[in-house]
DNA sequence: AACTTGCTCAACCGCCAATCC
DNA sequence: TGGATTGGCGGTTGAGCAAGT
């Protein structure tokens, strides 16, 4: 008894898997996919109207579901999530029902506004993980990932891109007077900038802390202040002494979708001993 | 008043790792 | 040991609403 997505993804699975003339062919692509999507459609109904499945029922949750899904977890407690849908009687899947507990009935999220306190984190906690939101949430309590992470898009997007423009100006002013000099010599400044990355102290948690880390910071031009503070201070940027290649470096720094800075050995290319993003 | 645009956030999808059988 | 299942996570979508034109 399973959706349809789920073979769905089975026959994608042995589509990839087949050889054509030597090739491993692709499951979908451009021009099959409306079809496929069509085809889909026609035998998810099929599907359901079979039995094949128990026609999960998808979009907003009624307050009943919630009523039915909280008793549920009252008396089996989180982690069960397969045998929802025939213990406490929810036409949902388990994915469902387990997103539901998790980011909108479970007791203990904070429900409001996130403070300028919290804000600070999030942006200090991105600054070291990038979009990894699961581990930026669990230092955030009653905050769940998908808070944050909607938090992060809708609010920090545009900061991002402002950031974007103003580095656009310091670059085009910093390459005209700057040259590189020894390779060699980047490379080494580049690896002991890999090592600070690391060292970043652990944050502390709860708000007493945050107020000793960011004290009396209000208005809004200092929260930007702040927030390209962080940018600066953690960023590991190469001594540019040497180098013809400036264009290929710049994109590398500036590049910054959703500054993520997570510096790796493997992502790191020594050949131009500039530090790549992962993204 | 009607329409457009932008914002918010709940919910879904796809992928992957861990676990189960 | 390998396939199936489950749970967790990040990316994305779209409905609903408010503000602007």
């Known amino acids: 008894m399973k959706p349809p997505s789920i073979y769905r993804a089975r026959w994608r699975e042995n589509q990839s898997k087949k050889i054509v003339n030597g090739t491993k062919t692709k499951a979908v692509d451009a021009q099959t996919q409306p079809q496929e999507d069509a085809l889909w459609g026609v035998m998810s109904e099929e599907i359901c109207s079979r039995g094949m499945t128990k026609g999960w029922r998808k979009g907003p949750w009624t307050a009943e579901e919630d009523r039915l899904l909280i008793e549920y977890v009252k008396l ?34 904070k429900k409001g506004q996130i403070t300028s306190h919290a804000e600070k984190l999030i942006l200090e906690l991105h600054v070291r993980w990038g979009n990894r939101w699961a581990i930026i949430a669990k230092n955030l309590p009653g905050r769940t990932y998908n808070e944050i992470k909607n938090y992060w898009r809708t609010h ?17 002013r910093f ?40 004290p009396n910071i209000a208005d809004q031009e200092q ?33 910054l979708d959703d500054f993520q800075c997570n510096f790796s050995a493997t992502t790191y290319d020594t050949s131009l001993a500039i530090p790549s993003l992962n993204t």
């Not at 060699?184 to 007493?208: A, C, F, M, Y």
């Not at 929260?223 to 001594?239: A, E, G, K, R, T």
Request: hydrophobic residues 30%.
């Open 223 to 255: 929260d930007d202040d702040f927030f390209y503070s962080i940018l600066n201070d953690h960023i590991p940027v190469p001594v540019l002494e040497s180098s013809s290649n400036e264009d290929i470096m710049w994109d590398g720094l500036w590049n």
């Open 76 to 109: 089996h407690g989180e982690g069960r999530w397969s045998s929802v849908a025939s213990v406490a009687g929810l036409k949902r899947n388990a994915k469902s029902c387990r997103l539901r507990w998790v980011n909108y009935l479970r007791p203990d999220l």
């Open 156 to 172: 920090f997007k545009k900061k991002t891109q402002n950031f974007r423009d103003k580095s656009e100006k310091i670059k085009s």
């Open 175 to 214: 390459l005209k007077s700057q040259k590189f000099k020894q390779h060699h010599h980047q490379q080494s400044n580049t690896e002991t900038d890999i090592k600070n990355v690391n060292k970043i102290p652990t944050l502390p948690q709860g708000n007493q802390e945050m107020d000793i880390l960011y």
